[in-house]
């Protein structure tokens, strides 16, 4: 883990190159190909797909597939199901961000010393980490079913946010732990010898130096669960009133239907909105990062 | 915060976190229908915890959905371990632009969604729809890109000396690889295993769209039987199977706990 925050944060590093005529005999290009064939049958060859069958009529009910232009498009922005969807998918995605790091990056700091009980505690966080989805969504069914708190227009997409959060803390626990452990004891001990109180030293040293912890949980959390579909399927299924109705959600309720079209509409927007944002939120982070 | 108030909070804190809807998960499988059907915190006032579980084993055919888990499982975390360190180790070693945009579009897999409804006819096209091995090229094809960047960066780290050494002592690509550098990738490997196993065994959305209704996996039978039939309402039986679902993984992670976390945190670095 720690590598790959590395490698997000320090990709322009990159060790001197070596001669190319020695690399192309001991790091021959023919190992690329069984993976490279793969990501282009399996992964870009349906992204491609997308851009053309959204224009189309493609359906359940007919064999025929006929273009229809931006037909598409124009019908889920008339009803307002795509500034809904993406809304609703927007705000789930930033609510689950903070509500994951601030988890995350809380129990890592109240954990950090290596005792019995903190290596318990951790262990026992990990769990919903291993569970599925789909099971955590179940079990906060229950768990908050006369409460009311599934049942709000307003509130239950923070409240499926905050379940989508407790799912993953104990990841975003770990990483921000690796991150703590890098941090030289030296640099902490200057701090303290300069008279800098613990609460400086935690938010003026510490904190800053695990920005690249930072800039991974943030990024997988925000991006990640743009994605998401199993916390809220069954916590909610997308309600109340198509509230909490994230994209993919919408997704497989109208290819249930046999609305082929559709579907591949929605999620050519959703790859093209995660398409978008990551691109801001990368730099962005990492900028916070050249300026310390 | 005072040394002697940590381990209270933190005892405090995983309980309520973690303890409250454990509890609600193994008190609810261990009641009776009638019991289970307002799912509360109380415990069931007779357990029936291995009755519900014998239910739910023949009742939803466990071991067929189980079956079908592990023919998807092992399969892909094989083909995205060997296929992306082997792809990981030369895009890592050969700096020219062109791996830099090989490398770029490898991992844009982490972030950017996979197509779920056109990868359904694509599939079709290809005569694979519905099958083992489709599901297993979709999944092939999503996380790869988690392992070239993981081993990718991991590689970096590796002084190429090594490598050297064996190559003097006229070695091969390919027995350089096997020999050198697949042993020492072993830690970011057990890693990408872990990750690629959660996502997986746990995936239910990406089987929905290629295998629903065909193959049975546990994620998917867990969701076509919680939604309608069966289980409705009979929070008993749904916790029960939760329980038999999560096992396995909490199986392996209790035994292999350690070696686990180090992965996840130290054994990167090392």
């Given at each position: 883990?720690?590598?790959?925050?590395?490698?997000?944060?320090?990709?322009?590093?990159l060790p001197?190159?070596?001669?190319?005529?020695?690399?192309?005999?001991?790091?021959?290009?023919?190992f690329l190909?069984?993976a490279?064939?793969?990501l282009l049958?399996f992964?870009?060859?349906p992204?491609?797909?997308?851009?053309?069958?959204?224009f189309t009529d493609?359906?359940?009910?007919?064999?025929?597939?006929?273009?229809?232009?931006?037909d598409?498009f124009?019908?889920?922005?008339?009803n307002?199901?795509l500034?809904?969807?993406?809304?609703v998918?927007?705000?789930?995605a930033?609510?689950?961000?903070?509500f994951?790091?601030?988890?995350?990056?809380?129990?890592?700091?109240?954990l950090?010393r290596d005792?019995?009980?903190?290596?318990?505690?951790?262990?026992?966080?990990?769990i919903p980490?291993l569970?599925?989805?789909?099971?955590?969504?179940?079990?906060f069914q229950?768990?908050?079913?006369?409460?009311g708190?599934?049942?709000?227009?307003?509130?239950t997409?923070?409240v499926?946010?905050l379940?989508?959060?407790?799912?993953?803390?104990g990841?975003a626990?770990?990483?921000?732990?690796?991150?703590?452990?890098?941090?030289?004891?030296?640099?902490?001990?200057?701090?303290?010898i300069?008279?800098?109180?613990?609460?400086?030293?935690?938010?003026?040293i510490?904190?800053?130096l695990?920005?690249p912890?930072i800039t991974?949980n943030?990024?997988?959390?925000?991006l990640?669960s743009?994605?998401?579909?199993?916390?809220?399927q069954a916590?909610?299924g997308?309600?109340?009133?198509?509230?909490?109705?994230l994209l993919n959600?919408?997704?497989?309720?109208?290819?249930?239907?046999?609305?082929?079209?559709?579907?591949?509409?929605?999620?050519?927007?959703l790859?093209?909105?995660?398409?978008l944002?990551?691109?801001?939120?990368?730099?962005?982070?990492?900028r916070?990062e050249?300026?310390? | 915060?005072?040394?002697?108030?940590?381990?209270?909070?933190?005892i405090?804190?995983v309980?309520?976190?973690i303890?409250?809807?454990?509890?609600l998960v193994?008190?609810?499988?261990?009641?009776?229908?009638?019991?289970?059907i307002?799912p509360?915190?109380s415990?069931p006032?007779q357990?029936h915890?291995w009755?519900n579980?014998r239910?739910?084993?023949?009742a939803?055919d466990?071991p067929?959905?189980f079956?079908?888990s592990?023919l998807?499982v092992?399969p892909?975390?094989?083909?995205v371990l060997?296929?992306?360190?082997?792809?990981?180790?030369?895009?890592?070693?050969?700096?020219?632009r062109?791996?830099a945009?090989?490398?770029?579009l490898?991992i844009?897999?982490?972030i950017l969604?996979?197509?779920?409804?056109?990868?359904?006819?694509l599939?079709?096209?290809?005569g694979?729809?519905?099958?083992?091995l489709?599901?297993?090229?979709?999944y092939l094809g999503?996380?790869l890109s988690?392992?070239?960047?993981?081993?990718?960066?991991f590689?970096?780290?590796?002084?190429?000396?090594?490598?050297?050494?064996?190559?003097?002592?006229g070695?091969?690509?390919?027995?350089?690889?096997r020999?050198?550098?697949?042993?020492l990738?072993?830690?970011?490997?057990a890693?990408?295993?872990?990750?690629i196993c959660?996502?997986v065994?746990?995936?239910?959305?990406?089987?929905?769209?290629v295998?629903?209704?065909?193959l049975?996996?546990?994620p998917?039978?867990?969701?076509?039987v919680?939604?309608?039939?069966l289980y409705?309402?009979?929070?008993?039986?749904?916790?029960a199977?939760?329980?038999l679902?999560?096992l396995?993984l909490?199986?392996v992670?209790?035994?292999?706990?350690?070696?686990i976390i180090?992965?996840?945190?130290?054994?990167?670095?090392?």
């Amino acid at each position: 883990m720690t590598s790959a925050i590395g490698t997000l944060t320090k990709a322009r590093v990159l060790p001197v190159a070596a001669p190319g005529t020695i690399t192309r005999r001991t790091h021959p290009l023919w190992f690329l190909l069984p993976a490279y064939l793969l990501l282009l049958i399996f992964f870009v060859l349906p992204t491609v797909y997308q851009f053309i069958y959204a224009f189309t009529d493609w359906s359940g009910f007919k064999a025929a597939i006929n273009p229809v232009g931006v037909d598409n498009f124009r019908q889920l922005a008339e009803n307002g199901t795509l500034f809904r969807a993406l809304r609703v998918t927007v705000v789930y995605a930033v609510l689950v961000a903070i509500f994951q790091n601030v988890l995350g990056f809380g129990l890592a700091v109240l954990l950090e010393r290596d005792t019995v009980v903190n290596r318990i505690a951790r262990t026992f966080l990990l769990i919903p980490v291993l569970m599925s989805a789909l099971a955590v969504g179940y079990i906060f069914q229950a768990l908050l079913k006369h409460t009311g708190l599934l049942a709000d227009t307003t509130w239950t997409i923070l409240v499926v946010s905050l379940i989508h959060a407790w799912k993953w803390m104990g990841l975003a626990m770990l990483i921000y732990l690796a991150g703590l452990k890098t941090i030289p004891e030296d640099v902490v001990e200057a701090a303290r010898i300069d008279g800098a109180s613990r609460w400086r030293t935690f938010w003026a040293i510490r904190v800053p130096l695990l920005a690249p912890a930072i800039t991974f949980n943030v990024a997988t959390a925000l991006l990640g669960s743009m994605n998401g579909f199993d916390v809220v399927q069954a916590t909610t299924g997308g309600g109340p009133a198509r509230t909490t109705e994230l994209l993919n959600i919408f997704i497989y309720r109208t290819f249930g239907q046999g609305l082929f079209a559709q579907a591949t509409t929605m999620s050519l927007v959703l790859f093209l909105l995660v398409a978008l944002m990551a691109f801001p939120v990368i730099t962005l982070l990492r900028r916070r990062e050249e300026v310390l | 915060m005072s040394r002697r108030l940590q381990p209270v909070a933190a005892i405090l804190l995983v309980a309520a976190l973690i303890g409250v809807p454990l509890w609600l998960v193994i008190a609810t499988a261990g009641k009776s229908r009638a019991e289970a059907i307002d799912p509360d915190l109380s415990p069931p006032t007779q357990w029936h915890l291995w009755d519900n579980l014998r239910q739910v084993w023949t009742a939803a055919d466990v071991p067929a959905a189980f079956f079908g888990s592990l023919l998807i499982v092992v399969p892909t975390v094989a083909g995205v371990l060997i296929l992306g360190s082997m792809a990981a180790w030369v895009l890592a070693r050969r700096t020219s632009r062109l791996t830099a945009a090989l490398y770029a579009l490898g991992i844009s897999g982490i972030i950017l969604p996979p197509a779920v409804v056109t990868v359904v006819l694509l599939l079709r096209q290809l005569g694979l729809a519905g099958t083992a091995l489709g599901m297993i090229g979709v999944y092939l094809g999503i996380y790869l890109s988690t392992v070239i960047f993981f081993v990718t960066g991991f590689v970096r780290t590796i002084p190429e000396a090594l490598e050297e050494a064996a190559r003097i002592d006229g070695a091969g690509p390919v027995a350089v690889f096997r020999r050198i550098v697949l042993p020492l990738l072993r830690p970011v490997l057990a890693t990408a295993t872990i990750l690629i196993c959660l996502y997986v065994w746990n995936d239910v959305f990406y089987a929905f769209f290629v295998v629903g209704g065909r193959l049975d996996t546990l994620p998917l039978n867990l969701f076509q039987v919680a939604s309608a039939g069966l289980y409705l309402n009979n929070w008993h039986l749904i916790f029960a199977y939760v329980i038999l679902m999560s096992l396995p993984l909490v199986v392996v992670f209790a035994v292999a706990q350690r070696k686990i976390i180090a992965g996840i945190t130290g054994g990167a670095v090392k």
